[in-house]
């Protein structure tokens, strides 16, 4: 059984910048997309990107684009999320999951297998 293990988050001021990590172990070869996803009080998950383990393909939500940069470590089985320019609009609950199929979506429907979360919180 695979398990996700997300790490890296805190409280950051706005502008500031956190690196989330999502480990992996397990059947790390049954899942070919992994991805971020994050959800706010009160609000439903969205996601945030995305990233193919095989060959790098990456998706990012609109809200994120040019801020984030999601990267892979196949040799440590763990997926990054850089995150730049915070904003208080990003404090969330930021989850990790894993995905079968080989396309890079971000629909939290597609994902077969998802981490505890780690909290970020942008506030000054």
């Known amino acids: 059984q695979l398990q996700l293990v997300e790490s890296g988050g805190g409280l950051v001021q706005p502008g500031g910048s956190l690196r989330l990590s999502c480990a992996a172990s397990?059947?790390?070869?049954?899942?070919?997309?992994i991805g971020w996803f994050r959800q706010a009080p009160g609000k439903e998950r969205e996601g945030v990107s995305c990233?193919?383990?095989?060959?790098?393909?990456?998706y990012y939500a609109d809200s994120v684009k040019g801020r984030f940069t999601i990267s892979r470590d196949n040799a440590k089985n763990t997926v990054y999320l850089q995150m730049n320019s915070l904003k208080p609009e990003d404090t969330a609950t930021y989850y990790c999951?894993?995905?079968?199929?080989?396309?890079?979506?971000?629909?939290?429907?597609?994902?077969?297998?998802w981490g505890q979360g780690t909290q970020v919180t942008v506030s000054s």
């Open positions: 397990g059947f790390t070869s049954d899942y070919y997309v």
């Open positions: 999951a894993a995905r079968r199929g080989r396309n890079v979506v971000l629909t939290t429907s597609a994902y077969d297998l």
């Open positions: 990233i193919s383990k095989r060959d790098g393909r990456t």
